[in-house]
């Protein structure tokens, strides 16, 4: 059985870091298309950043560009997502995502359009982030 576990939230001063990890269970990541994307209370779910398993490119929101940094570690199975820079608006749950790249009828670059919501099929239950001095 596929799964995503998230870590690495918690509570973090504005100007702090945090690396948020997605560990993956029942198949090989690199595969797969990966997403970070979070939810702030009342607000939709949002793409953050993306990494596409065709080619290994990368798609930042403008909110985020510069300060965030996706990368994939294959040997661990795992996805992270280093935050840098963290300001309060940075403050959601933040999820990882994953579609795998045999179901897509072709395959992508990372871009704006793949790095939306309805374009994974497998999500984890989210690590909170906090940013607040």
């Known amino acids: 059985q596929f799964r995503l576990v998230e870590s690495g939230g918690g509570l973090v001063q504005p100007g702090g870091s945090l690396r948020l990890s997605c560990a993956a269970a029942g198949y090989t990541l690199d595969a797969f298309y990966i997403g970070w994307f979070r939810q702030a209370p009342g607000k939709e779910r949002e793409g953050v950043s993306c990494i596409s398993s065709y080619d290994g490119s990368t798609y930042y929101a403008d909110a985020v560009k510069g300060r965030f940094t996706i990368s994939r570690d294959n040997a661990k199975n795992t996805v992270y997502l280093q935050m840098n820079s963290l300001e309060p608006e940075d403050t959601a749950v933040y999820y990882c995502?994953?579609?795998?790249?045999?179901?897509?009828?072709?395959?992508?670059?990372?871009?704006?359009?793949?790095?939306?919501?309805?374009?994974?099929?497998?999500w984890g239950q989210g690590t909170q982030v906090t940013v607040s001095s």
């Open positions: 995502a994953a579609v795998g790249s045999w179901t897509l009828h072709t395959s992508t670059t990372a871009n704006q359009a793949m790095c939306v919501p309805p374009f994974y099929d497998a």
